[in-house]
Nanobody, 118 residues
Framework: QVQLVESGGGLVQPGGSLRLSCAAS????????MGWYRQPPGKERELVAL???????NYVDSVKGRFTISRDNAKNTVSLQMNSLKPEDTAVYYC????????????WGKGTLVTVSS
């Protein structure tokens, strides 16, 4: 089983940028589709973006045009570039293999906290 560790979160002002990274202890190439998820305070976790092994991507409407997901299978990493950040983006961000039903995911990592505030 691949172990995933998120990093790169922090405090940023509205309109600012952050780049999150997800490092895998094993070979990420075994996972066809990887995703970034987030959980705002007091709210449910949601899928933010996904990327296939071939580089195809998809995003939740609220981040389209602002976030970019990428992966480097050779380095076993998945990144999330976040630009034009809004207070609504404040959440703990997680990376995980993508599944059609988020409720089936039980082995979440610690995540990395992103706080967008002035």
């Amino acid at each position: 089983q691949v172990q995933l560790v998120e990093s790169g979160g922090g405090l940023v002002q509205p309109g600012g940028s952050l780049r999150l990274s997800c490092a895998a202890s094993g070979s990420m190439s075994r996972i066809n589709v990887m995703g970034w998820y987030r959980q705002p305070p007091g709210k449910e976790r949601e899928l933010v973006a996904l990327i296939t092994s071939g580089g195809s991507t998809n995003y939740v409407d609220s981040v389209k045009g602002r976030f970019t997901i990428s992966r480097d299978n050779a380095k076993n990493t998945v990144s999330l570039q976040m630009n034009s950040l809004k207070p609504e983006d404040t959440a703990v961000y997680y990376c995980h293999r993508w599944f059609p039903d988020i409720s089936t995911i039980r082995d979440w990592g610690k995540g990395t906290l992103v706080t967008v505030s002035s």
